[in-house]
């Protein structure tokens, strides 16, 4: 919010830059590709050439962030003080030098929200005079190794904000300074196109000490924003709840008042905090019992467990109830009961004085704050209060960490109750692994991949990991720990990677997800690590836009010698079989582009090269010749000229002797021996003897 503007009003806002990636207005090439679902095809120009290495992904800066800087930006920290970060690093982008505004400082103090506002102000200084903004879109660190950044792959489109993102990984660079300086060289490059960027940092690893370039680039965040004013900023302008302002004016915050949200906040709360207590002030009714489930949700039910804790401070029967109804929600009473118990290490009673005497089982439920509903225990009535508990568990009883997770694995071994509730159980896993930052709980989630090695079992692991490896602080170390796993000898641990490999993961680090695959796709054996793996490489190749990265990459593989993931990756996108798209734009696309095609005979020639793959090259083969018969699929005299470059390089190689010549007792159909008829054949000499299947 403008802290010139009136305390209930909006400053003016001016327009939103174009969302649409400035690479999409480039220059680019339309292949048509008809009677497919998508049937226009854009091949970006050069990113099927095979020159130059492939771009860092983008994605535009959201519509709901620049809504938040445009009407509820903050500039006053909790004591009056004016923050200055943006003012300096707006400063550095539009002024001289390179276009480079590092913003570091700790977390909390809303480092990020402050490099959008700078970009959002540094592209109305730099607006054109066609009133046209520049657009501003945040880059992915996808990069290959994230220890050794390549700056070479950053974006560099004219008339474009970039918002870079390293907080979380800049502690793990191996040479700092190295990178600092490409990235200034990058800026001096931006400048002259009428671009910039903005690098959020962590509070110590920019090294700003190797040189005063470095140094002077930097805009610090020293001040946090007052939290007040961020919660009201985001109930007036982004909620248009004006009407529950009064619930953070100091004189609501007495009990005599009904109970404000005001001392909710304080000096050190950050900008997160308030944005989140302007949320659940605005999700709730305007009503006194609303204000009571806004302030006990955002206080993730800290009284009620403290509530619940002291009550039991004496009684570990009725906490471990809690923990089991915490993971089992939804089950059957006597189920949650026992697993109770096996958390303490007891069996079931056989005192019947002691059945007799003492609370029921629903009243001890009820005591712990679950409800008995239909025999079935249940905590939906108060949403986040498993997440809490889990949380004022892990942080006040650190002992149990071990136990707690051990006693999950039993419970979620195959067979066992858990197993069922494994999505369940991983997803509040995977929110305590990203609330406390610790990396033990996403290692236990991998063990589990050993209980059960059922298809539908790890993808649930998968789509967990998934999501932990997207996570902003956590994300670098799972992405880390995908890496490791991904050339683990257990299949099962292998496979698992490559089904994170299909997930949102593969869209948002498509680099890393590669990296990985490479790593399945050269395993020895053609297990199912390495099938699942070829999936997600054609999943991937199947998206239009992620397709020029898959086939730069894999294209730049299949050439290496004796590279088995290399030849694997080839041969399996190229595979009309289960889909004919990414063979189908590629011939469309190695009709105009001479680079293609001979990347296509080069990549036979490797693949032909290699024994190990003679089996899945000779079914290739064979699906080319369908596939060059079949009505408008590929271009028929393409697929022949490709193939006899192939032919007379490789005729003695196992799958092209099987094309050419046949093989006994194998009776090969009319697209095989149309096929054998358009290659141009080697000379007698070289023919085979009389009595081969030639022609059967």
Same mark, same amino acid.
Request: proline letters at 6%; one cysteine or more.
């Given at each position: 919010?403008?802290?010139?503007?009136?305390?209930?009003?909006?400053?003016?806002?001016?327009?939103?830059?174009?969302?649409?990636?400035?690479?999409?207005?480039?220059?680019?090439?339309?292949?048509?590709?008809?009677?497919?679902?998508?049937?226009?095809?854009?091949?970006?120009?050069?990113?099927?050439?095979?020159?130059?290495?492939?771009?860092?992904?983008?994605?535009?800066?959201?519509?709901?962030?620049?809504?938040?800087?445009?009407?509820?930006?903050?500039?006053?920290?909790?004591?009056?003080?004016?923050?200055?970060?943006?003012?300096?690093?707006?400063?550095?982008?539009?002024?001289?030098?390179?276009?480079?505004?590092?913003?570091?400082?700790?977390?909390? /103090?809303?480092?990020?929200?402050?490099?959008?506002?700078?970009?959002?102000?540094?592209?109305?200084?730099?607006?054109?005079?066609?009133?046209?903004?520049?657009?501003?879109?945040?880059?992915?660190?996808?990069?290959?190794?994230?220890?050794?950044?390549?700056?070479?792959?950053?974006?560099?489109?004219?008339?474009?904000?970039?918002?870079?993102?390293?907080?979380?990984?800049?502690?793990?660079?191996?040479?700092?300074?190295?990178?600092?300086?490409?990235?200034?060289?990058?800026?001096?490059?931006?400048?002259?196109?009428?671009?910039?960027?903005?690098?959020?940092?962590?509070?110590?690893?920019?090294?700003?000490?190797?040189?005063?370039?470095?140094?002077?680039?930097?805009?610090?965040?020293?001040?946090?924003?007052?939290?007040?004013?961020? $919660?009201?900023? &985001?109930? @007036?302008?982004?909620?248009?709840?004006?009407?529950?302002?009064?619930?953070?004016?100091?004189?609501?915050?007495?009990?005599?008042?009904?109970?404000?949200?005001?001392?909710?906040?304080?000096?050190?709360?950050?900008?997160?905090?308030?944005?989140?207590?302007?949320?659940?002030?605005?999700?709730?009714? +305007?009503?006194?019992?609303?204000?009571?489930?806004?302030?006990? $949700?955002?206080?993730?039910?800290?009284?009620?467990?403290?509530?619940?804790?002291?009550?039991?401070?004496?009684?570990?029967?009725?906490?471990?109830?809690?923990?089991?109804?915490?993971?089992?929600?939804?089950?059957?009473?006597?189920?949650?009961?026992?697993?109770?118990?096996?958390?303490?290490? %007891?069996?079931? @009673?056989?005192?019947?004085?002691?059945?007799?005497?003492?609370?029921?089982?629903?009243?001890?439920? @009820?005591?712990?704050?679950?409800?008995?509903?239909?025999?079935?225990?249940?905590?939906?009535?108060?949403?986040?209060?498993?997440?809490?508990?889990?949380?004022?568990?892990?942080?006040?009883?650190?002992?149990?960490?071990?136990?707690?997770?051990?006693?999950?694995?039993?419970?979620?071994?195959?067979?066992?109750?858990?197993?069922?509730?494994?999505?369940?159980?991983?997803?509040?896993?995977?929110?305590?692994?990203?609330?406390?930052?610790?990396? !033990?709980?996403?290692?236990?989630?991998?063990?589990?991949?050993?209980?059960?090695?059922?298809?539908? +079992?790890?993808?649930?692991?998968?789509?967990?990991?998934?999501?932990?490896?997207?996570?902003?602080?956590?994300?670098?170390?799972?992405?880390?720990?995908?890496?490791?796993?991904?050339?683990?000898?257990?299949?099962?641990?292998?496979?698992?990677?490559?089904?994170?490999?299909?997930?949102?993961?593969?869209? +948002? /680090?498509? &680099?890393?997800?590669?990296?990985?695959?490479?790593?399945?796709?050269?395993?020895? @054996? !053609?297990?199912?690590?390495?099938?699942?793996?070829?999936?997600?490489?054609?999943?991937?190749?199947?998206?239009?836009?992620?397709?020029?990265?898959?086939?730069?990459?894999?294209?730049?593989?299949?050439?290496?010698?004796? &590279?088995?993931?290399?030849?694997?990756?080839?041969?399996?996108?190229?595979?009309?079989?289960?889909?004919?798209?990414?063979?189908?734009?590629?011939?469309?696309?190695?009709?105009?582009?001479? %680079?293609?095609?001979?990347?296509?005979?080069?990549?036979?020639?490797?693949?032909?090269?290699?024994?190990?793959?003679?089996?899945?090259?000779?079914?290739?083969?064979?699906?080319?010749?369908?596939?060059?018969?079949?009505?408008?699929?590929?271009?028929?005299?393409?697929?022949?000229?490709?193939?006899?470059?192939?032919?007379?390089?490789?005729?003695?190689?196992?799958?092209?002797?099987?094309?050419?010549?046949?093989?006994?007792?194998?009776? /090969?159909?009319?697209?095989?021996?149309?096929?054998?008829?358009?290659?141009?054949?080697?000379?007698?000499?070289?023919?085979?003897?009389?009595?081969?299947?030639?022609?059967?």
């Amino acid at each position: 919010m403008s802290e010139n503007a009136a305390p209930n009003s909006a400053p003016p806002v001016p327009p939103f830059p174009p969302e649409t990636p400035p690479e999409a207005a480039s220059e680019a090439m339309s292949v048509n590709v008809e009677g497919n679902d998508r049937s226009t095809i854009i091949v970006a120009a050069g990113s099927v050439t095979m020159t130059g290495k492939e771009l860092l992904p983008v994605t535009p800066i959201s519509k709901a962030e620049l809504d938040v800087v445009r009407t509820a930006w903050v500039s006053i920290g909790s004591q009056g003080e004016p923050i200055t970060t943006v003012a300096s690093a707006t400063a550095l982008l539009t002024g001289e030098g390179p276009a480079l505004a590092v913003i570091a400082g700790p977390s909390g /103090y809303g480092k990020r929200t402050a490099g959008v506002k700078a970009l959002w102000d540094a592209a109305q200084a730099q607006q054109g005079a066609e009133g046209r903004l520049p657009a501003l879109l945040e880059i992915v660190p996808d990069w290959d190794d994230p220890e050794v950044p390549d700056t070479s792959v950053l974006p560099e489109e004219p008339g474009t904000g970039y918002l870079l993102d390293v907080a979380a990984e800049i502690g793990t660079w191996k040479d700092p300074a190295k990178v600092a300086r490409a990235l200034v060289a990058y800026t001096e490059t931006l400048r002259r196109k009428g671009s910039f960027m903005v690098v959020v940092s962590n509070d110590r690893d920019w090294p700003e000490g190797a040189s005063g370039t470095l140094a002077q680039a930097v805009a610090r965040a020293t001040v946090r924003p007052d939290a007040h004013r961020v $919660a009201i900023a &985001h109930l @007036e302008h982004v909620h248009h709840k004006s009407d529950r302002v009064h619930w953070l004016s100091a004189d609501s915050s007495s009990a005599q008042s009904g109970g404000g949200a005001a001392h909710l906040l304080t000096r050190s709360s950050s900008p997160g905090e308030a944005v989140r207590l302007a949320a659940k002030l605005a999700a709730e009714e +305007h009503s006194q019992q609303g204000l009571r489930n806004a302030i006990a $949700a955002f206080q993730e039910w800290r009284d009620e467990i403290k509530k619940v804790f002291d009550a039991t401070r004496n009684n570990a029967d009725d906490r471990a109830l809690l923990i089991a109804s915490v993971f089992l929600s939804g089950e059957d009473a006597l189920t949650v009961q026992s697993a109770a118990r096996t958390l303490l290490g %007891e069996v079931s @009673e056989q005192n019947v004085r002691t059945i007799l005497t003492g609370p029921d089982l629903t009243g001890r439920f @009820e005591s712990v704050e679950a409800r008995v509903e239909e025999r079935r225990v249940t905590l939906g009535h108060k949403p986040g209060y498993a997440r809490a508990v889990l949380l004022h568990l892990w942080q006040q009883r650190p002992d149990i960490h071990n136990p707690l997770l051990e006693w999950l694995s039993g419970l979620t071994a195959r067979q066992q109750v858990g197993a069922r509730r494994l999505g369940a159980i991983s997803d509040l896993l995977v929110e305590l692994a990203m609330a406390q930052n610790d990396i !033990r709980v996403i290692d236990k989630i991998r063990n589990w991949i050993d209980h059960d090695d059922t298809s539908e +079992h790890l993808e649930l692991i998968a789509r967990v990991l998934a999501t932990a490896a997207e996570a902003d602080a956590l994300g670098h170390t799972v992405r880390a720990r995908l890496l490791k796993w991904a050339q683990a000898s257990a299949e099962s641990v292998a496979k698992t990677v490559a089904l994170v490999c299909q997930t949102t993961f593969a869209d +948002h /680090y498509p &680099h890393q997800a590669l990296v990985r695959l490479r790593h399945i796709l050269d395993r020895t @054996e !053609r297990d199912t690590a390495v099938t699942t793996a070829e999936e997600a490489l054609c999943a991937m190749a199947g998206q239009d836009r992620q397709l020029p990265l898959v086939w730069g990459v894999v294209s730049k593989w299949a050439v290496q010698p004796r &590279h088995l993931a290399g030849h694997r990756a080839f041969l399996s996108l190229l595979d009309p079989r289960t889909d004919p798209f990414v063979l189908r734009v590629m011939l469309a696309a190695a009709e105009k582009q001479t %680079e293609v095609k001979e990347a296509l005979v080069r990549g036979w020639s490797a693949v032909l090269s290699d024994e190990r793959v003679d089996s899945e090259a000779g079914d290739l083969l064979i699906a080319w010749a369908h596939a060059r018969v079949a009505d408008d699929l590929v271009s028929a005299d393409l697929v022949t000229d490709i193939l006899r470059q192939v032919v007379g390089r490789h005729l003695m190689s196992t799958p092209i002797s099987a094309l050419v010549f046949g093989e006994p007792d194998v009776r /090969y159909d009319a697209a095989v021996i149309d096929l054998r008829k358009e290659l141009r054949l080697p000379g007698p000499d070289v023919l085979p003897a009389a009595g081969s299947p030639w022609g059967s």
